[in-house]
């Protein structure tokens, strides 16, 4: 695992979207796995910036996204289709067909989340994976558990979970109870890994994942057994690391 340090969120941001334009310009028809949550932003935000000024080409790259709540429509604006749409792929010159996340809006989930497993293993999975952490070690939506989970599954959030992506709702009540997650193996399976993290409530949880015991009760722990582990973080996010 190679950790970088930086300033601050901007710098972060800056530095993991250097990562990815990296990534593309060197393999324009990579594969990308993609995170929603805050962190990932300000990334989105630089890699749009470098698109519209011509310097990242983003029409031959396809995305699969890590995870869905279970329930919601495409359309619906707490989805993370919407999301996506909304903070990347609208601005950046990708074709919206070579997008890919899981289809919360289909009740059936064994048939959902094996036809999203069926894609992701076609599109031969991603050379670069783009990942946030959870406050309690989450990836994806891989909570706390007593096993690392495989392929695609429908979880249950934990109440801390539920809690903390209740700021991006109106009321806590209407943050679905469930969603659809790819699993730890298929998220190991890419040949990259790319951690972004910024702040203080993050500190634990980094420190966990790079120097804590390798355990499914902190899902982003087994990210220290992959070969080719970038993790992008702030000076408040690494406060608990050891500096060198
Ligand atoms: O970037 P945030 O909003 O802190 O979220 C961290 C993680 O939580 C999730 O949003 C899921 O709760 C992940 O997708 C993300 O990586």
């Given at each position: ?124 999975y ?59 193996q298929t998220i190991m399976r890419a ?54």
């Amino acid at each position: 695992m190679r950790i970088i340090r930086t300033i601050d969120y901007r710098d972060m941001s800056r530095k993991a979207a250097n990562i990815i334009s990296a990534q593309v310009i060197l393999k324009p028809d990579s594969v990308l796995g993609l995170a929603t949550g805050t962190t990932p932003l300000g990334t989105y935000g630089q890699l749009a910036a470098w698109c519209a000024k011509g310097d990242c080409d983003f029409s031959k790259v396809h995305t699969y996204n890590l995870d869905e709540y279970r329930g919601l429509t495409h359309e619906d604006p707490q989805s993370y289709h919407y999301f996506m749409r909304k903070n990347f792929f609208d601005k950046i010159n990708i074709d919206i067909a070579n997008t890919h996340v899981p289809d919360g809006s289909n009740p059936n989930a064994d048939e959902a989340c094996a036809e999203y497993d069926r894609m992701v293993e076609e599109a031969g999975y991603p050379d670069l994976q783009l990942l946030g952490i959870g406050r309690n070690g989450h990836i994806g939506f891989n909570e706390p558990d007593d096993v690392f989970s495989k392929g695609t599954h429908c979880v249950t959030l934990t109440p801390s979970t539920i809690e903390a992506n209740s700021r991006l709702f109106e009321r806590e009540e209407d943050v679905p109870r469930q969603a659809y997650t790819m699993g730890v193996q298929t998220i190991m399976r890419a040949r990259s890994i790319l951690v972004i993290a910024n702040g203080e409530a993050k500190a634990q949880a980094v420190y966990d994942m790079c120097f804590g015991p390798v355990t499914p009760k902190v899902p982003a722990s087994i990210l220290q057994l992959h070969t080719n582990c970038v993790v992008v973080a702030d000076e408040e996010a690494l406060s608990l690391c050891p500096r060198d």
